[in-house]
């Protein structure tokens, strides 16, 4: 996710690669979110020029989109050229992003793996988490699919948490027909999950507690909704609020859930092996 943000007015709206506090911030996120997958995976996270969110906040959603389009095609894409010629060697991947990443992630998926079926074929999952995945973009993008269940392949997974008193309000990662899959059950229905189910959560430290997240998606919105959290401990605030609504928890889409999606990683990986035996 961005980690990169302008330390004055006048400085750069794109990040140096070399840039000390956006790199700081992304090993952070190493332990948070992409040690979801450290069990089943090898990792390949490589740093990119980040674009400053209070920039990117400032833009319409096209402006944004054609912004991170391009951005898409540079370091992402070229790292992805690299990690297929000298890493891959032919085995079955996974996708992940979060955030600014998640929307670098639809940008890909949409332009570079259409362009390279070869890599897109042995495409177990992308988790596009943090940012919205809609209709129309499925539309759209005829060779993408959004998940079912807890184990189907070659799918998309998606979804943004935010709590009650979101609904109405405006989310700067929420689009208009966005798609979200429950990370407890594993269902695109209303049907509830709670605390119970939840295998393990991230708490506010960053310390694996036990699961204190419910889920229930809200189709209307296209959200997940938890409703078992402390907002004040959770929620994006004051004053970045005002561009994320009053209980968005962004910042936890992954650590909500944390084991769930340990688990679903585990289940994705073995439902691919077991197709291709």
């Not at 979110?33 to 980040?50: G, L, M, W």
């Not at 389009?69 to 079955?92: I, K, V």
């Not at 079912?148 to 943004?160: E, H, K």
């Not at 992954?254 to 769930?260: C, L």
């Amino acid at each position: 996710p961005t980690t990169f943000g302008k330390e004055t007015p006048s400085a750069p709206n794109v990040s140096d690669i070399d840039d000390i506090n956006m790199r700081n911030g992304a090993r952070h996120c190493i332990s948070t979110q992409a040690s979801v997958f450290k069990e089943s995976c090898n990792i390949f996270a490589p740093y990119y020029r980040q674009i400053s969110a209070d920039y990117a906040l400032t833009l319409t959603s096209d402006e944004t989109n054609e912004l991170l389009s391009y951005s898409a095609t540079q370091d992402p894409a070229t790292a992805l050229d690299y990690y297929f010629e000298h890493y891959n060697n032919g085995r079955p991947f996974i996708l992940a992003g979060h955030s600014q990443g998640a929307n670098i992630l639809v940008m890909l998926l949409e332009k570079y793996f259409k362009e390279h079926p070869e890599h897109y074929s042995k495409m177990i999952v992308a988790y596009v988490i943090g940012y919205s995945v809609t209709k129309e973009y499925l539309q759209k993008n005829s060779h993408l699919h959004f998940a079912q269940c807890a184990d189907d392949i070659g799918v998309i997974v998606s979804y943004n948490t935010e709590g009650p008193k979101n609904k109405g309000q405006h989310n700067a990662v929420v689009a208009p027909g966005a798609i979200s899959i429950n990370p407890i059950n594993w269902k695109l229905d209303e049907t509830p999950a709670n605390i119970s189910e939840n295998l393990g959560s991230l708490n506010h430290d960053g310390i694996l507690v036990e699961g204190f997240a419910d889920a229930q998606v809200d189709l209307a919105r296209g959200v997940v909704v938890c409703s078992s959290v402390d907002p004040k401990l959770y929620a994006i605030p004051a004053p970045a609020n005002v561009l994320f609504g009053p209980e968005c928890y962004h910042a936890y889409d992954y650590g909500f859930y944390y084991m769930n999606l340990r688990q679903n990683v585990t289940d994705r990986i073995a439902a691919w092996f077991s197709k291709s035996k």
